[in-house]
């Protein structure tokens, strides 16, 4: 079956623009989360949605970073007035989530976001 | 707060010589673990979990790693490396307390492989 996808692959920005991140789960997962992955390091939590609502949004840096999930499947990170150091690449995965005993979490190809 | 120590930032080896990548974590709760593996342009591939039970767990692609509690380590381990292993690797805990559901990962160790 479809894994999870990311769009854009790549999106290039100036500083102060806004951008949107769009990440679409596996069919059925209700758990999607996203990460941010700098140059050289292990991916950072960002947040964690369970359906619709955001069950824990702790890794969010600032209020420029926004995500949201309407209809509990796709779900969008926006970034408002971009800075540099928001170049990263930003991963979704998603987990059917039944028990943490058996949560496993797939993740999407990334989208790399640079921002000159 | 949980955190992730990948010792070794970089690992050569030979392809078919064995392979141990270090990891330690720290946790104030049975650890969920996971090593996860990215080769260029590609998301992360989980190859192995530990839950519970047995602490020799087996993966993907012939892996295989140790959960030892005494020494809060989880190595990850390869009989015999082939070319294809060469990529970053990365051990994650995972925290599971009340709504949280987040992986806490190291920073990866990149294996090469020589022929």
């Known amino acids: 079956g479809a894994g999870v996808s990311q769009t854009p692959s790549n999106k290039v920005t100036e500083k102060g623009k806004y951008v949107e991140l769009r990440c679409d789960p596996i069919s059925g997962h209700t758990a999607l989360y996203w990460y941010r992955q700098s140059l050289g390091q292990g991916p950072e939590f960002l947040i964690y949605?369970?359906?619709?609502?955001?069950?824990?949004d702790s890794g969010l840096p600032n209020d420029r970073f926004f995500a949201v999930r309407p209809e509990g499947s796709v779900s969008t990170l926006k970034i408002q007035r971009t800075e540099r150091g928001d170049s990263a690449m930003y991963l979704c995965a998603s987990s059917l989530s039944l028990a943490a005993s058996t949560d496993t979490q797939y993740f999407g190809p990334g989208t790399r976001l640079t921002v000159l | 707060a949980q955190s992730v120590t990948q010792p070794d930032i970089h690992i050569t080896v030979s392809e078919g010589a064995s392979l141990e990548l270090r990891c330690n974590y720290s946790?104030?709760?049975?650890?969920?673990l996971f090593w996860y593996v990215q080769s260029p342009g590609q998301g992360l591939q989980l190859l192995l979990k530990?839950?519970?039970?047995?602490?020799l767990v087996q993966g993907i692609k012939g892996f295989e790693a140790e959960f030892k509690r005494s020494q809060s380590s989880f190595n990850l381990r390869k009989p015999s490396v082939h070319w294809s292993d060469a990529a970053e690797y990365f051990c994650a805990v995972g925290a599971y307390s009340g709504s949280a559901r987040q992986l806490t990962f190291g920073s990866g160790t990149q294996l090469t492989v020589l022929p």
């Open positions: 949605f369970q359906g619709t609502g955001a069950a824990d």
């Open positions: 946790y104030g709760a049975t650890p969920y």
């Open positions: 530990y839950f519970s039970g047995d602490t």
